[in-house]
Protein backbone atom coordinates (compact mmCIF):
# COMPACT_ATOMS: atom_id res chain seq x y z
CA UNK A 1 0.00 0.00 0.00
CA UNK A 2 1.05 3.31 -0.77
CA UNK A 3 1.74 6.08 1.87
CA UNK A 4 0.23 8.68 -0.32
CA UNK A 5 -3.34 7.43 -1.28
CA UNK A 6 -3.30 9.90 -4.45
CA UNK A 7 -1.33 10.75 -7.17
CA UNK A 8 -1.49 14.14 -6.37
CA UNK A 9 -0.32 13.36 -2.75
CA UNK A 10 2.83 12.35 -3.85
CA UNK A 11 3.05 14.93 -6.54
CA UNK A 12 2.68 18.01 -3.62
CA UNK A 13 4.72 15.85 -1.21
CA UNK A 14 7.57 16.12 -4.02
CA UNK A 15 7.12 19.66 -4.37
CA UNK A 16 7.33 20.28 -0.98
CA UNK A 17 10.85 17.94 -0.40
CA UNK A 18 11.87 19.53 -2.85
CA UNK A 19 11.55 23.08 -1.84
CA UNK A 20 13.13 22.21 1.39
CA UNK A 21 16.16 20.46 -0.10
CA UNK A 22 16.52 20.92 -3.57
CA UNK A 23 18.33 24.08 -3.23
CA UNK A 24 20.92 22.57 -0.94
CA UNK A 25 21.30 19.36 -3.68
CA UNK A 26 22.14 21.77 -6.65
CA UNK A 27 24.70 23.94 -3.95
CA UNK A 28 26.68 21.00 -3.81
CA UNK A 29 26.63 19.56 -6.86
CA UNK A 30 28.21 23.50 -7.95
CA UNK A 31 30.10 23.08 -5.39
CA UNK A 32 31.76 19.19 -5.93
CA UNK A 33 31.78 19.85 -9.65
CA UNK A 34 33.73 23.30 -9.24
CA UNK A 35 36.37 21.52 -6.68
CA UNK A 36 36.87 18.91 -9.36
CA UNK A 37 37.28 21.55 -12.22
CA UNK A 38 39.47 23.83 -10.03
CA UNK A 39 41.80 20.35 -9.12
CA UNK A 40 41.77 19.45 -12.52
CA UNK A 41 42.87 22.62 -14.04
CA UNK A 42 45.30 23.24 -10.82
CA UNK A 43 47.08 20.06 -12.12
CA UNK A 44 47.46 20.81 -15.80
CA UNK A 45 48.84 24.11 -14.80
CA UNK A 46 51.42 22.53 -12.52
CA UNK A 47 52.33 20.32 -15.07
CA UNK A 48 52.67 22.94 -17.56
CA UNK A 49 54.79 24.88 -15.89
CA UNK A 50 56.97 21.68 -15.01
CA UNK A 51 57.60 21.34 -18.66
CA UNK A 52 58.53 24.88 -19.15
CA UNK A 53 60.71 24.65 -16.35
CA UNK A 54 62.39 21.16 -17.57
CA UNK A 55 63.00 23.17 -21.38
CA UNK A 56 64.27 26.45 -19.92
CA UNK A 57 66.26 24.18 -17.72
CA UNK A 58 67.97 22.44 -20.74
CA UNK A 59 67.90 25.79 -22.59
CA UNK A 60 70.82 26.72 -19.36
CA UNK A 61 72.78 23.29 -19.40
CA UNK A 62 73.21 23.74 -23.59
CA UNK A 63 74.37 27.85 -23.09
CA UNK A 64 76.43 27.04 -19.73
CA UNK A 65 78.58 24.81 -21.29
CA UNK A 66 79.45 26.73 -24.00
CA UNK A 67 80.99 29.03 -21.54
CA UNK A 68 78.01 32.00 -22.80
CA UNK A 69 78.12 32.95 -18.83
CA UNK A 70 76.06 36.08 -19.21
CA UNK A 71 73.29 34.21 -21.35
CA UNK A 72 73.99 31.55 -18.72
CA UNK A 73 73.31 33.64 -16.21
CA UNK A 74 70.13 34.90 -18.01
CA UNK A 75 68.28 31.75 -18.35
CA UNK A 76 69.25 30.38 -15.00
CA UNK A 77 68.01 33.94 -13.15
CA UNK A 78 64.83 33.56 -15.25
CA UNK A 79 64.00 29.72 -13.94
CA UNK A 80 64.62 31.24 -10.55
CA UNK A 81 62.04 34.07 -10.83
CA UNK A 82 59.88 31.95 -12.71
CA UNK A 83 59.62 28.52 -10.48
CA UNK A 84 61.36 29.18 -7.15
CA UNK A 85 59.69 26.51 -5.27
CA UNK A 86 61.16 23.81 -8.32
CA UNK A 87 63.90 21.14 -8.28
CA UNK A 88 64.98 23.10 -11.74
CA UNK A 89 65.63 26.71 -9.44
CA UNK A 90 67.88 24.72 -7.58
CA UNK A 91 69.61 23.31 -10.06
CA UNK A 92 70.02 26.26 -11.75
CA UNK A 93 71.49 27.75 -8.87
CA UNK A 94 73.99 25.69 -8.44
CA UNK A 95 74.98 26.23 -12.13
CA UNK A 96 75.14 30.18 -11.70
CA UNK A 97 77.44 29.29 -8.08
CA UNK A 98 79.81 27.02 -10.40
CA UNK A 99 80.20 30.32 -13.19
CA UNK A 100 80.51 32.55 -10.32
CA UNK A 101 83.30 29.94 -8.98
CA UNK A 102 84.98 30.01 -12.31
CA UNK A 103 84.66 33.94 -12.95
CA UNK A 104 86.26 34.39 -9.00
CA UNK A 105 83.62 35.84 -7.79
CA UNK A 106 83.34 33.44 -4.51
CA UNK A 107 81.02 36.09 -3.03
CA UNK A 108 78.17 35.93 -5.37
CA UNK A 109 79.08 31.50 -5.56
CA UNK A 110 78.49 31.97 -1.62
CA UNK A 111 74.96 33.76 -2.26
CA UNK A 112 73.89 31.25 -5.20
CA UNK A 113 74.35 28.32 -2.62
CA UNK A 114 72.81 29.74 0.37
CA UNK A 115 69.95 30.52 -1.49
CA UNK A 116 69.36 26.71 -2.39
CA UNK A 117 70.08 25.84 1.32
CA UNK A 118 67.48 27.99 2.44
CA UNK A 119 64.87 27.39 -0.33
CA UNK A 120 65.58 23.56 -0.30
CA UNK A 121 63.68 20.85 1.91
CA UNK A 122 65.90 17.96 3.01
CA UNK A 123 66.79 15.98 0.45
CA UNK A 124 69.62 15.83 -2.53
CA UNK A 125 70.09 19.15 -3.62
CA UNK A 126 70.98 20.81 -0.30
CA UNK A 127 73.59 18.96 0.92
CA UNK A 128 75.24 19.22 -2.63
CA UNK A 129 74.89 22.94 -2.46
CA UNK A 130 76.02 22.80 1.55
CA UNK A 131 79.50 20.79 0.37
CA UNK A 132 80.25 23.46 -2.28
CA UNK A 133 80.02 25.95 0.25
CA UNK A 134 81.84 24.46 3.12
CA UNK A 135 84.83 23.92 0.19
CA UNK A 136 84.57 27.31 -0.77
CA UNK A 137 84.95 28.87 2.80
CA UNK A 138 87.88 26.18 3.11
CA UNK A 139 89.49 27.77 -0.21
CA UNK A 140 89.14 30.99 1.73
CA UNK A 141 90.30 29.89 5.01
CA UNK A 142 87.10 31.05 6.56
CA UNK A 143 87.01 27.20 9.34
CA UNK A 144 84.85 28.86 11.66
CA UNK A 145 81.47 29.13 8.82
CA UNK A 146 83.08 26.11 7.50
CA UNK A 147 82.74 23.73 10.26
CA UNK A 148 79.35 25.56 11.28
CA UNK A 149 77.88 24.80 7.70
CA UNK A 150 79.22 20.97 8.31
CA UNK A 151 77.04 21.08 11.60
CA UNK A 152 73.94 21.86 9.41
CA UNK A 153 74.03 19.22 7.60
CA UNK A 154 71.60 16.39 7.78
CA UNK A 155 72.83 13.62 9.71
CA UNK A 156 71.53 11.04 6.67
CA UNK A 157 74.50 12.13 5.00
CA UNK A 158 77.23 11.92 6.99
CA UNK A 159 79.23 9.00 5.55
CA UNK A 160 79.17 11.24 2.29
CA UNK A 161 80.84 13.92 3.94
CA UNK A 162 83.57 12.24 5.78
CA UNK A 163 86.43 13.70 3.28
CA UNK A 164 85.24 16.84 3.49
CA UNK A 165 84.77 16.94 7.47
CA UNK A 166 88.91 15.29 7.43
CA UNK A 167 89.72 18.44 5.55
CA UNK A 168 88.01 21.02 7.52
CA UNK A 169 89.75 19.05 10.85
CA UNK A 170 92.70 19.23 8.97
CA UNK A 171 92.80 22.60 8.56
CA UNK A 172 91.96 23.25 12.21
CA UNK A 173 95.20 21.08 12.81
CA UNK A 174 92.81 18.28 14.25
CA UNK A 175 95.14 16.13 13.21
CA UNK A 176 93.93 12.54 14.67
CA UNK A 177 90.25 13.62 13.60
CA UNK A 178 91.58 14.23 10.23
CA UNK A 179 92.83 10.89 10.06
CA UNK A 180 89.48 9.25 11.78
CA UNK A 181 87.51 10.97 8.94
CA UNK A 182 89.61 10.30 6.13
CA UNK A 183 89.92 7.00 7.14
CA UNK A 184 86.24 6.64 7.29
CA UNK A 185 85.62 7.95 3.66
CA UNK A 186 88.29 5.28 2.61
CA UNK A 187 86.09 2.43 3.84
CA UNK A 188 82.75 3.82 2.16
CA UNK A 189 84.73 4.46 -1.45
CA UNK A 190 86.29 0.97 -1.25
CA UNK A 191 82.52 -0.05 -0.72
CA UNK A 192 81.50 1.25 -3.80
CA UNK A 193 84.60 -1.12 -5.36
CA UNK A 194 86.96 2.17 -5.44
CA UNK A 195 90.73 2.49 -5.03
CA UNK A 196 90.70 6.05 -3.00
CA UNK A 197 93.93 6.69 -3.98
CA UNK A 198 93.23 10.32 -3.60
CA UNK A 199 92.05 10.03 0.24
CA UNK A 200 95.04 7.41 0.41
CA UNK A 201 97.50 10.04 -0.32
CA UNK A 202 95.80 12.17 2.22
CA UNK A 203 95.93 9.64 4.74
CA UNK A 204 100.18 8.80 3.67
CA UNK A 205 100.25 12.85 3.83
CA UNK A 206 99.81 12.95 7.45
CA UNK A 207 101.95 10.15 8.49
CA UNK A 208 104.72 11.24 6.32
CA UNK A 209 104.87 14.38 7.96
CA UNK A 210 104.99 12.41 11.39
CA UNK A 211 101.31 13.82 12.15
Known amino acids: MDIYATEKEQIDQIKKWWGEYGKAIIFGLVLGLGGLFGYRYWESTRLAEGQNASINYEHLLAVASTGASDEAIEAGDAIIAGYPKSAY ?62 T ?35 EEIQKRGQAGEYIRLKIDNLSVSGQ
Open 152 to 186: QMDPAFENQFSELRGDVFLAQGKLELARSKYNKAL
Open 89 to 150: AKLSALILAKLAVDARDLDEAKARLQWVIDNSDDGKIKPVAQKRLVQIYLAENNLEDAASTL
